[in-house]
T-cell receptor, first 114, second 118 residues
Framework: DTGVSQNPRHKITKRGQNVTFRCDPI?????LYWYRQTLGQGPEFLTY????????KSRLLSDRFSAERPKGSFSTLEIQRTEQGDSAMYLC????????????FGPGTRLTVL | AQKVTQAQTEISVVEKEDVTLDCVYE???????LFWYKQPPSGELVFLIR??????QNEISGRYSWNFQKSTSSFNFTITASQVVDSAVYFC???????????????FGKGTHLIIQP
């Protein structure tokens, strides 16, 4: 199996612009998760999907953040009107099964907001 | 609120030394899972181990071993005969509470940066 893939790997944008990241989970994994990791910190859980259903949204950092998984396969994370504080690594993970199953992480997308 | 504490920010040892990374957690859940991940300089988190709160047996995998003690809420990780390739940031993580349909994310500690010098 190929692992979780994320694109782009790096994104540099200007403050106020919108950005979108893509995550392709491990094939047939039904659960998909998004995390944010800032420098010197552990990953921070943002949201997750079971198939196409988004089961947790309250951890998204603000209403500028949104995520979709329209067909239960790949997912996108969008940040609108980016701010310098959004600069971070955005990690995606996937798992197969129900709750509390091992999550396998992708390489991340590093966002820099100028 | 649940919490994972990795008090050691950075550890530096010489190759072939044994090293233990500490992890202490807080949760109100009666059933939970603990994880260790490795993050090498490339940045990708690599899964190492997952333990159920009901299983307190220590586990060994090659040079790696884990000591889970529920009484002290600790889940420590030991690398025996360390190698330069072990240099990375290591994260301990705890499953989110599952009561009342809680989220399925992980709560991570801040990580321990392990440096193995040749």
């Amino acid at each position: 199996d190929t692992g979780v893939s994320q694109n782009p790997r790096h994104k540099i944008t200007k403050r106020g612009q919108n950005v979108t990241f893509r995550c392709d989970p491990i094939s047939e994994h039904n659960r998909l998760y998004w995390y944010r990791q800032t420098l010197g910190q552990g990953p921070e859980f943002l949201t997750y999907f079971q198939n196409e259903a988004q089961l947790e949204k309250s951890r998204l950092l603000s209403d500028r953040f949104s995520a979709e998984r329209p067909k239960g396969s790949f997912s996108t994370l969008e940040i609108q009107r980016t701010e310098q504080g959004d600069s971070a690594m955005y990690l995606c993970a996937s798992s197969l099964g129900t709750v509390r199953i091992t999550q396998y992480f992708g390489p991340g997308t590093r966002l820099t907001v100028l | 609120a649940q919490k994972v504490t990795q008090a050691q920010t950075e550890i530096s040892v010489v190759e072939k030394e044994d090293v233990t990374l500490d992890c202490v957690y807080e949760t109100r859940d009666t059933t939970y899972y603990l994880f260790w991940y490795k993050q090498p300089p490339s940045g990708e988190l690599v899964f190492l181990i997952r333990r159920n709160s009901f299983d307190e047996q220590n586990e060994i995998s090659g040079r790696y071993s884990w000591n889970f003690q529920k009484s002290t809420s600790s889940f420590n990780f030991t690398i025996t005969a360390s190698q330069v390739v072990d240099s990375a940031v290591y994260f301990c993580a705890l499953s989110e509470p599952n009561s009342g349909g809680g989220a399925d994310g992980l709560t991570f500690g801040k990580g321990t940066h392990l440096i193995i010098q040749p």
